[in-house]
């Protein structure tokens, strides 16, 4: 049951090393082929549970994604009522009701550890289910491949259309089938722009010409690469663009659930006449339902392939020939290789073991890292504070022996009203604050922070010169709000004389 069992029942099940190609032998005469032609892939249609599955993830997702910057969300006066905006003009991020500030970019990075750690989560358990399902690629190229069969037909249909010579009727499905791949390429260019404007706002100047530059630019470099991507590259961007193949390795193990050929029930395979026995044979007709279902064009009887990416559709294809041949279903299915293992060994499998070191490992850092994220969000402040201290002259002392500092004060008040600020100085005792364009004062002073803004004021700390440490003390600035209760502070260093 261990690893070199499994590799040994593998070689025996035909597997092959995934995307690599058949031994060449030299003869002298011929170059080595290191890399073969595309051949072209023609999936049929096929129906089922998890086909159906598909047909909602797709529907579901592509709602979503189209009708998403749409959706409204009331802020107040003054601010953008898109509910998911990323306002780089204004420098925000609005999701609903959080607005994310540029200083607050450590929110986005979470929510990226938070999607890897997920889909790490995801892999160890079910494989590439997210390659099958939610990969943008996956639903698109779905999409695309809809447009086609309308256009085209079904697989045998469309075999026959692309060996026919041209002719009125093939040029008009063609033509047709890239005209609408174009406009809903166009689509997804056009939606995507739209989340980084308002949306009505951009898509009436959009066609008027008045759009910004790179409303076009990115419009345009999206419409071209869901093309190419979804409409002409398909499972090549799965096989070789795509590092996750590569990485998901690294996550699995033998109690992973993947797309399984039962080898043990469905070999020896071939051909069976109606009324013909099942003694001494597999269920396996060899009928290739699968491999025809299959949108990356792959043997899934061949074992492990890099090029699965777990959608399931050979699975329907083959539980509905079962059906037909009255055999029982399930020869192609989610299964473990722990349980390949054992069905060849002749042993009951074993139940699946989601609760595993390595799945235990991400779904609690997962959960850790959405807990500070959440905490994050529930306590932080509305109000922000930061001092920088003037560098060209630390400080300088005045006839009365008193030394003065000079600072810049950046206000940061989201709030979406205007506030007035107390702004105190501890750390350095009778000391007075003066606001560039205002009268000295004992203690503290106030300033005035509007709405939803960055406000900077440049301030001089004056202190006696007798009470200093050497070098000078640090000193704390604290700015508060009473009407909220808010209060954040920056701490600094006030300079003096070295004696």
Request: charged share 20%.
């Amino acid at each position: 049951m261990g690893s070199a069992t499994l590799i040994d029942l593998r070689a025996e099940r035909g597997a092959r090393r995934p995307g690599s190609m058949p031994p060449v032998e030299p003869d002298g005469e011929e170059p080595v082929v290191l890399y073969a032609k595309r051949k072209q892939i023609y999936p049929k249609l096929v129906s089922g549970k998890f086909r159906s599955l598909k047909w909602g993830v797709l529907a579901g997702s592509l709602a979503i994604y189209y009708a998403l910057p749409w959706l409204r969300w009331d802020r107040g006066e003054g601010a953008p009522n898109q509910a998911v905006l990323a306002d780089f003009a204004g420098g925000r991020f609005y999701f609903f009701g959080l607005e994310i500030w540029p200083q607050e970019v450590y929110y986005i990075t979470g929510l990226l550890i938070l999607a890897a750690l997920g889909l790490f989560l995801v892999t160890a358990l079910f494989g590439r289910i997210w390659c099958g399902y939610l990969c943008p690629q996956t639903v698109w190229t779905d999409l695309f491949l809809v447009v086609e069969r309308f256009f085209e037909g079904d697989r045998n249909a469309r075999m026959q259309l692309d060996k026919a010579p041209w002719s009125l009727n093939k040029a008009w499905r063609k033509g047709g089938k890239h005209a609408v791949w174009l406009l809903v390429s166009f689509a997804t260019g056009g939606a995507f722009i739209l989340y980084w404007h308002d949306a009505p706002s951009l898509a009436g100047s959009f066609f008027s010409g008045h759009a910004p530059t790179t409303a076009y630019v990115f419009a345009g470099l999206l419409t071209l690469t869901t093309y190419a991507l979804a409409g002409t590259m398909r499972e090549q961007v799965c096989t070789y663009m795509c590092p996750w193949p590569r990485i998901q390795g690294a996550l699995v193990d033998k109690d992973t659930i993947t797309v399984t050929y039962r080898s043990e029930r469905g070999d020896p395979r071939g051909a069976h006449k109606k009324g013909d026995t099942w003694e001494g044979r597999g269920d396996c007709i060899d009928c290739k339902q699968c491999v025809t279902a299959c949108p990356m064009g792959i043997d899934i009887r061949n074992g492990p392939q890099l090029e699965c990416i777990g959608c399931a559709l050979c699975i329907d294809a083959c539980d509905a020939v079962m059906k037909k041949i009255e055999r029982p279903t399930g020869l192609i299915a989610y299964d473990t290789d722990e349980n390949v293992v054992l069905r060849w060994m002749k042993q009951p499998a074993r139940p699946f073991r989601p609760l595993r070191a390595r799945t235990a490992l991400y779904a609690v850092v997962f959960v850790l890292t959405g807990a500070i994220m959440t905490v994050g969000l529930l306590t932080r402040s509305s109000l922000e504070l930061s001092a920088i201290k003037d560098r060209s002259v630390p400080f300088v002392q005045l006839q009365s022996g008193e030394v003065r500092n000079g600072y810049t004060l950046k206000v940061v008040n989201k709030a979406r009203e205007r506030r007035t600020l107390a702004l105190g100085v501890e750390g350095l005792p009778g000391a007075t604050i003066e606001i560039i364009g205002e009268n000295a004062t004992t203690a503290g002073a106030y300033l005035v922070a509007e709405a939803d803004a960055v406000e900077r004021y440049r301030i001089l700390v004056t202190a006696p010169g007798g009470g200093l440490a050497p070098g000078g003390p640090d000193v704390r600035f604290v700015l508060s709000d009473a009407a909220s209760h808010d209060r954040t502070i920056a701490s600094t260093h006030f300079s003096g004389p070295e004696n």
